[in-house]
T-cell receptor
């Protein structure tokens, strides 16, 4: 596809379960970002991948959160032992990778996570 | 640290002009971006300012003053479809963007 895709679009889980969220960036984009957006709030940066460099994990809220990017393309965000406060929309974005401050970021439609 | 401030909500009527301000504090600065997000949708890029001054793109313009750590988004000839949240974002010395909390614009007929 032409844009960033994310799956699933909606995920309902029980507290304590693990979840995996997937992001397929735009082909050729070397930079990939994960954000979290709670209802009516701004975008909270979680993690950033750029090419083969070590990811910037400075935004991950706890060690229950982790992310991988395989082959420089698809990324998976994993949340272990989910808590109710993890409920939010998780957005993925990709950019060509010339540098975040000059790159336009293209966002996916997001995954709405609800933890019961 | 890095922080951005923008008003939480702005209202206007169709055809009017509205300005959404953004002030920022960053350890470094590499540009101010604006994104639009409709309810239930994904953020989409609107504009980017690296240098002082006004950038115009159709009905939307964006302004930056680096000496004042301040910028704004100007929306002219407002239309109902402009009702959305608008986020300013800065790149500040690291390869990621820091987003503001967003301004919700409501356009009334």
């Amino acid at each position: 596809g032409a844009g960033v895709s994310q799956s699933p679009s909606n995920k309902v889980t029980e507290k304590g379960k693990d979840v995996e969220l997937r992001c397929d960036p735009i082909s050729g984009h070397t930079a990939l970002y994960w954000y979290r957006q709670s209802l009516g709030q701004g975008l909270e940066f979680l993690i950033y991948f750029q090419g083969n460099s070590a990811p910037d994990k400075s935004g991950l809220p706890s060690d229950r959160f982790s992310a991988e990017r395989t082959g420089g393309s698809v990324s998976t965000l994993t949340i272990q032992r989910t808590q109710q406060e993890d409920s939010a929309v998780y957005l993925c974005a990709s950019s060509p990778g010339r540098g975040a401050f000059t790159d336009t970021q293209y966002f996916g439609p997001g995954t709405r996570l609800t933890v019961l | 640290g890095q922080s951005l401030e923008q008003p939480s909500e702005v209202t206007a009527v169709e055809g009017a002009i509205v300005q959404i301000n953004c002030t920022y504090q960053t350890s470094g600065f590499y540009g101010l971006s604006w994104y639009q997000q409709h309810d239930g949708g994904a953020p989409t890029f609107l504009s980017y300012n690296a240098l002082d001054g006004l950038e115009e793109t159709g009905r939307f313009s964006s302004f930056l003053s680096r000496s004042d750590s301040y910028g704004y988004l100007l929306l002219q000839e407002l239309q109902m479809k402009d009702s959305a949240s608008y986020f300013c974002a800065v790149g500040g010395g690291t390869d990621k963007l820091i987003f503001g909390t967003g301004t919700r614009l409501q356009v009334f007929p």
